[in-house]
């Protein structure tokens, strides 16, 4: 069964610390992608990454960054938490641009 | 701008009858389109497509039907179940996007 997995499921940080979200995907796919999803709002699109070390800005980039620095595994980081970065992150694997997405479960992150 | 939108948040149904979700689009290179379910606490997951050389799609008790010419797609689920109880997610993007454009999400509920 492929799999998209999200390190945590629930995660509670302090405003101003740095935090790692994790994703790994063992389909092989080239394509990675964080959203976030907030009532209301929708999924929002944060970073996404076509190849290795590549990576392109989504929607809403500010107060994030990536890395990919292997094909399996693309991390999102908060460089300084803030209260409204507190979200439900989603991470997502795909073939092609094309081709439909395969979700992480989600972090659901809390920031105090 | 959201270029993907539901403009229900919510929708009501009793179990047995036909649930139907709205989703309209901005975009006119939009070409290819997508249905996505999520529970809470889970990641989305795939449900249908629909490309714009058609008009309908059709999976069991789930259809898409796509209006081109009114940017408008509709999911309707013929009859409605308990367990389709979820938030339901349009996304769409075009021959030469690089990703998915997804809508703010309508919450079905099935009243048994």
């Known amino acids: 069964d492929v799999k998209v997995t999200q390190s945590s499921r629930y995660l509670v940080k302090r405003t101003g610390e740095k935090v790692f979200l994790e994703c790994v995907q063992d389909?092989?796919?080239?394509?990675m992608f964080w959203y976030r999803q907030d009532p209301g709002l929708g999924l929002r699109l944060i970073y996404f990454?076509?190849?290795?070390?590549?990576?392109e800005k989504g929607d809403i980039p500010e107060g994030y960054s990536v890395s990919r620095e292997k094909k399996e595994r693309f991390s999102l980081i908060l460089e300084s938490a803030s209260t409204n970065q507190t979200s439900m992150y989603l991470c997502?694997?795909?073939?092609?641009?094309?081709?439909?997405?395969?979700f992480g479960s989600g972090t659901r992150l809390t920031v105090v | 701008d959201q270029q993907v939108k539901q403009n229900s948040p919510s929708l009501s149904v009793q179990e047995g009858r036909i649930s139907i979700l709205n989703c309209d689009y901005t975009?006119?290179?939009?070409?290819?389109f997508l249905w996505y379910k999520k529970y809470p606490a889970e990641g989305p997951t795939f449900l249908i497509s629909?490309?714009?050389?058609?008009d309908k799609n059709e999976d069991g008790r789930f259809t898409v039907f796509l209006n081109k010419s009114a940017k408008h797609l509709s999911l309707h689920i013929v009859p409605s179940q308990p367990g389709d109880s979820a938030v339901y997610f349009c996304?769409?993007?075009?021959?030469?996007?690089?990703?998915?454009?997804f809508g703010t999400g309508t919450s079905l509920t099935v009243i048994p």
């Open positions: 996304a769409a993007t075009s021959n030469t996007g690089n990703q998915f454009y």
């Open positions: 629909i490309s714009s050389i058609k």
């Open positions: 389909m092989d796919h080239e394509n």
């Open positions: 975009n006119s290179m939009f070409d290819y």
């Open positions: 997502a694997s795909s073939p092609a641009p094309r081709d439909g997405y395969t």
């Open positions: 990454s076509y190849d290795v070390k590549m990576k």
